[in-house]
């Protein structure tokens, strides 16, 4: 790291002082919001840091300027945070930076109009970003990770400011955006419905007023969180949102969105094509869709063991393993067809020994009682319909549409 010279350093504060002052007399909020980008890591910012580094004044500097000392509070930790930023000293450069921030929020309160936003904006990004990476500090050495709650709390202030009328409100779904992405980074997603009580009820909110980003955004957590709550109707509408609003240039995002919708629709009956799987790289799913189509039990199972790691870190484990109802439901329907062509009198009435053989054929063993219990509830979830006649170990199928289709609901509970 070569430092300037003393002079060299003193106009590249002075430059950066100049840019600041500029963009908050002219509400420059494009200019001011790459004032604050630290991890843009920009040339401009880096040279900035080795000047701070080396001058150790600039306190001195914005004190003197009638122009910047008004705006002392939020420069002077600034410069802090950027030269233990450059430093690699993350938790002190996270601990300026938040002073920073709060004493931006203060100055931020006091203007009319919305023009700062996007500064705002840079600043929620910068800070959850910043806490990330001084919590991974501070547990490489031994201590407890805190600063991405704290990033958290902060934000929560944020919200506090934007979550009122008038122009500024608009902000309001980018910071929610952020806690999301917090909340689920430390496994508090319960946190995340006082914000979204705050969002859908409060009638300062028009949903549609917000940027199409933000509630892209926005729909893709809510619809996850739903995913976990295990309500896919809700979270098909939400995710489907996300995907269908989403920029198409961004696979990356659209790719994020389908690996929680591909699951949810999976549930509600409704099978991707194989070109949408292989388009987007999502081939772990390419045996779960076969295994539903060909009613192959052991496929299933094989598909859930091979990709395990991956589906229980998107939290979509459980979802796809319940889809053994509808596997049973499909390998029993092509039971039924077999029958039917063979001898079309008797096609509504399988013996369970007949499961039992093709079950086995599967290399799945299951006795007659398991699958008599399997049987049961597909009868109680409507999945097929017809009654089971115990004594005679045979199911009596409706003979009007025995298979119900699901069309888009869930499997009853």
Known sequence: MAYPSMGEAHRRITDYLNKFGDAVSYQDVASLAQLFSFSSNSPSLLSLADALNFFQDANRLIKQSDKFSQF?????PLFRSLQSYRLGNLVEAYHAFEKFANAFIQEFRNWESAWALQA?????????????????????????????????SFLMKVFGVLAGKGPKRVGALYVTCQLFKIYFKLGTVHLCRSVIRSIETARIFDFEEFPRRDK?????????????NEN???????????????????????RMILKYLIPVKLSLGILPKTCLLEKYNLLEYNDVVQ???RGDLRLLRHALQEHEDQFLRSGVYLVLEKLELQVYQRLVKKIYFIQKQKDPGKAHQLKLEVIVKALKWLEMDMDLD??????????YKNLVKGYFAHKSKVVVLSKQDPFPKLNGKPVNS
């Open 370 to 379: 398991e699958v008599e219990c399997i049987m049961t509830i597909l009868i």
């Open 72 to 76: 002392g509070e939020i420069l002077a």
């Open 120 to 152: 705002l904006y840079v600043i929620a990004y910068e800070i959850r970003v910043l806490a990330e990476r001084a919590d991974r500090e501070l547990s490489s050495n031994g201590k407890s990770p805190e600063k991405l709650k704290g990033a958290g």
């Open 291 to 293: 295994a539903l189509t």
């Open 232 to 254: 896919f109707p809700a979270a098909d509408h939400k995710l489907s949102y996300a995907l269908t609003h989403c920029n198409p240039l961004r696979e990356a995002n659209i």
């Open 216 to 228: 892209v955004t926005y729909m893709y957590y809510t619809g996850r969180l739903e995913v976990f």
